[in-house]
C-alpha cells in the first residue's frame, strides 16, 4: 500500500500545516519516506522549518534523510542543516549531525571540511569556537 504525500488537490494534509513544533511534520516525512524524492519534498521542509524554532526536528530529518538517501536528498539535508544552525542557539541538536553526516572519520578531516562544506565549519565554528 503505497501512501501519498499530497491528498487529492496536491495539499499537505492540514494537520500536518497546523504542526505546532515540527514533530507532526517529521513524522509525516518519515511515514511517507516512500513517495518522497528530492521533487516533492520542499513543501514538507517549509513547513517543519516553519514550526520548528529550536532545530530538534530539522536536525532529525536531516539525519533520516541522509541515512535514507545521502545523494538523492542531497539538497534537502543541505537546506535542514543549515536550518537547523539557524534555529538551535542552545547547541543542543548541531553536535548530532557531524557524525551524522559526515562521517565517524569528521575529525581526522576537520582542515578538509572547514575549507570545503560551509554548513561543517559553520557548526564546528559554533561548537568549537576556539578551535578553528
Do not use: C
Amino acid at each position: 500500500h503505497l501512501r501519498y504525500i499530497f491528498n487529492m488537490n496536491n495539499e499537505i494534509p492540514k494537520h500536518v500545516l497546523k504542526d505546532p513544533d515540527g514533530l507532526v511534520t517529521y513524522e509525516y516525512i518519515a511515514n511517507n519516506i516512500e513517495s518522497l524524492n528530492a521533487d516533492n519534498i520542499q513543501p514538507l521542509l517549509d513547513n517543519l522549518m516553519r514550526a520548528d524554532t529550536t532545530g530538534q526536528f530539522t536536525a532529525s530529518a536531516a539525519r533520516y534523510l541522509y541515512a535514507i538517501d545521502p545523494t538523492g536528498f542531497a539538497s534537502a539535508i543541505n537546506t535542514l542543516v543549515a536550518a537547523t544552525i539557524d534555529r538551535d542557539r542552545e547547541r543542543r541538536y548541531i553536535g548530532t549531525l557531524l557524525q551524522a553526516i559526515w562521517g565517524d572519520d569528521y575529525q581526522s578531516r576537520i582542515s578538509e571540511l572547514n575549507v570545503t562544506d560551509d554548513n561543517f565549519r559553520r557548526i564546528y565554528k559554533r561548537l568549537y569556537s576556539r578551535g578553528i
